[in-house]
């Protein structure tokens, strides 16, 4: 005999799970509500498109001059300005839309190979110090505290001179010297995690150690690693900028920011613009990665809780 009080609370159960949300749907809700994300994702969505059809969107060779065409003023002048250069030309007559737009290329190639580089590194010592402590993280600790001693940007100058200037040389020094954020949150985190229950399960059924690490671990720190990836691609796209205006960096006639900048200082007080643009789009490109970062945390941790 079947019990028919209780098809109703059936009904009613299978109601409640056929209208609540789906976790993509939970996930799509908190990015829309996360205003720094989306502010950050489009403004940095629009620099990586322009990056990325660069030789579509440039009027002009970036390395192309015109002595006769040197220093016209942007659109919005009333004088010298020509309708063909739309933000005008630099001091030797090259486009200066084309090569802002070809320096957002350099800032986000350095960016993404120095985190690529330095992501590596230090996560490798991170997950290692974490996962097996005693000496092997008395040595990584080590290895941070000596990193930690030793300042990015001198270094960067000693070993752009050293080797020469160039963007190899910019990007492979700037990775192996900005690991070590990623060392100590990837270290911090992996103590946490090699104590849960699902990674003391893994070890009591046999499982190898680097299965527990790839298959266990590192997924769970994935989410604390892109946070750290994005406020490393920021710094290091300023470091980049503050060397290349120095003359440490990215050589002339490649079109960098920071040396775009250092090239317009002798004019600030005649042609300002030389400075306010290249300085734009430095200050929005960090700007956006920080907000995307910002609201990635947001969103992550919200996702964890």
Known sequence: MIDMSLSPLRGQQTAEEILEPSPMSKLRRRIFKNHSFMIGAAILIVILVCALVAPLLAPHDP??????????NPFWHDKKTDAE??????????????RLIYGAQISLLIGFSTILISGVIGTALGV?????????DMMVNFIINTRLAMPVFL???AAVVAFGASLHVVILVLGLFLWDRFAV???????????????????????????????EIFPNVLSSLTVVATV??????????ALSFLGFGVQAPTPSWGLMLNEGREYMFFSPWL???????????????????????????ERER
């Open 63 to 72: 390395y192309e001059l015109d002595l006769s065409k040197r220093l016209i």
């Open 85 to 98: 250069f739309m933000l005008g030309t630099d001091k030797i007559g090259r486009d200066y839309l084309s």
């Open 128 to 136: 290692t110090a974490g996962y097996f402590g005693g000496r092997v």
């Open 155 to 157: 270094v960067a100058m």
């Open 185 to 215: 949150v990837m270290r911090s985190i992996t103590m946490q995690a090699r104590d849960l229950d699902y990674v003391k399960a893994a070890r009591a059924i046999g499982c190898s150690t680097p299965h527990i690490i790839i298959r």
């Open 232 to 241: 490393e691609m920021a710094n290091a796209i300023l470091l980049e900028a």
């Open 275 to 301: 400075l306010a643009l290249p300085g734009m789009g430095l200050f929005l490109l960090v700007l956006a990665i920080n907000l995307f970062g910002d609201g990635l945390r947001d969103v992550t941790l």
